[in-house]
């Protein structure tokens, strides 16, 4: 088991996601957990390329200074939505029989979505806590409803568990899903 923490960069981690005190705690306990249970903790970064204000070289590319990693945590750079293309992501899990992902972070119908299903294609069980990916309002629904469309309906029993904080917790500590409440 592996927690990906997908672009909780300086850029896009802040009060305007939907829930976004909720994140916050939700996702440094899930890393918090993962550490104290020998779970490798990942994170991922996107790059927009040159000129554009997500770019790496600037503050903004940075992990968002709550979820910083620990020293020796791995970091896979991105050019696309999916973590899985052209990173070396992929060949690392593989090389380690990693089996199953804890998916967290931004935005859910962009990187999250795309993690989750590309992670699903790769064979990978996918867990996805509640209250763990964010996003913001657009032109066709709100934060709330893109969150609730995509944990709710799209992924849930299709590509991903989508489980409770609780649930996730207990199978983190005890790496059996049976022994969760």
């Known amino acids: 088991m592996v927690l990906l923490i997908v672009d909780t960069q300086k850029l896009i981690t802040n009060e305007k996601l939907y829930r976004f005190e909720d994140l916050v705690a939700n996702v440094r306990t899930l890393i918090h957990t993962a550490r104290q249970n020998n779970i490798e903790v990942i994170y991922i970064r996107h790059d927009d390329g040159e000129d554009k204000p997500l770019t790496k070289g600037t503050d903004g590319f940075e992990i968002y200074e709550a979820f910083a990693p620990d ?91 989508c489980i409770s904080m609780e649930e996730m917790l207990g199978i983190m500590k005890n790496g059996d899903e049976r022994s969760t409440p």
């Open 71 to 161: 020293e020796g945590e791995k970091i896979f750079d991105k050019t696309v939505n999916s973590p899985f293309r052209d990173t070396g992501l992929l060949e690392h899990l593989k090389s380690k029989g990693e089996t199953e992902l804890i998916v967290a972070g931004l935005q859910t119908d962009y990187c999250i979505d795309a993690t989750v299903k590309c992670g699903f294609e790769h064979g990978f069980k996918v867990y996805v806590p509640a209250c763990t990916n964010s996003t913001f309002d657009n032109a066709f629904m709100t934060a709330e409803e893109t969150y609730r469309y995509y944990n709710e309906f799209m992924w849930n029993g299709r590509y991903a568990k």
